[in-house]
T-cell receptor
Framework: GAVVSQHPSWVICKSGTSVKIECRSL??????MFWYRQFPKQSLMLMAT?????????EQGVEKDKFLINHASLTLSTLTVTSAHPEDSSFYIC?????????????FGPGTRLTVL | QKEVEQDPGPLSVPEGAIVSLNCTYS??????FMWYRQYSRKGPELLMY????GNKEDGRFTAQVDKSSKYISLFIRDSQPSDSATYLC?????????FGEGTQLTVNP
């Protein structure tokens, strides 16, 4: 199956700093990638949809100036959490979409655990 | 009201048991129905998907959809300790997926 990687797998940072998370599709090209956030014992909440070469589409309630998304190539999307605060601590997961005749399937990365002190 | 609601569990069963996981949804426009499995600190992986009402089998797993009741289920037969994970239903509309809260399953040897 298609493989998606994320880097870093975990990061600890001080409040007020910015953190960049990378999402790569390793063996396929993805026009569309998605960013999710998952709090402990809760489900994945879609933050934004990232399309290569265009601006990301953010879900209601997600601050686009705080969560900067760049999808500069067909294999890489980045999420930058700017001026991070403890309430931003969460598990961030990306996915890359593969479209077939049968299905638009999302392949998920392993996630990045962010802890803001 | 949440668009997708899932029985939260947690669920603990003995090895060999039949497991039933359930979700309901509210939006009739949803087009396809998926079940993902997520191990601790990992991303979800797709188990099964279906578009229509009825049953779909894949080995020990059966996905069931009832569009008239807006109800989906995943059945696991002969459950194994390796099935211990969190199971997430996800319902799709175009490219957008809406996930249930997940049910944590533990299969005890």
């Amino acid at each position: 199956g298609a493989v998606v990687s994320q880097h870093p797998s975990w990061v600890i940072c001080k409040s007020g700093t910015s953190v960049k998370i990378e999402c790569r599709s390793l063996d396929f090209q993805a026009t569309t990638m998605f960013w999710y956030r998952q709090f402990p014992k809760q489900s994945l909440m879609l933050m934004a949809t990232s399309n290569e070469g265009s601006k990301a589409t953010y879900e209601q309630g997600v601050e686009k100036d705080k969560f900067l998304i760049n999808h500069a190539s067909l294999t890489l999307s980045t999420l930058t959490v700017t001026s991070a605060h403890p309430e931003d601590s969460s598990f961030y997961i990306c996915s890359a979409e593969v479209r077939t005749r049968a299905l638009n399937e999302q392949f998920f990365g392993p996630g990045t655990r962010l802890t803001v002190l | 009201q949440k668009e997708v609601e899932q029985d939260p569990g947690p669920l603990s069963v003995p090895e060999g048991a039949i497991v039933s996981l359930n979700c309901t949804y509210s939006n009739s426009a949803f087009q396809y129905f998926m079940w993902y499995r997520q191990y601790s600190r990992k991303g979800p992986e797709l188990l099964m998907y279906t578009y229509s009402s009825g049953n779909k089998e894949d080995g020990r797993f059966t996905a069931q959809v009832d569009k008239s009741s807006k109800y989906i289920s995943l059945f696991i037969r002969d459950s194994q300790p390796s099935d211990s994970a969190t199971y997430l239903c996800a319902i799709g509309d175009g490219s957008r997926l809406t996930f249930g809260e997940g049910t944590q399953l533990t299969v005890n040897p």
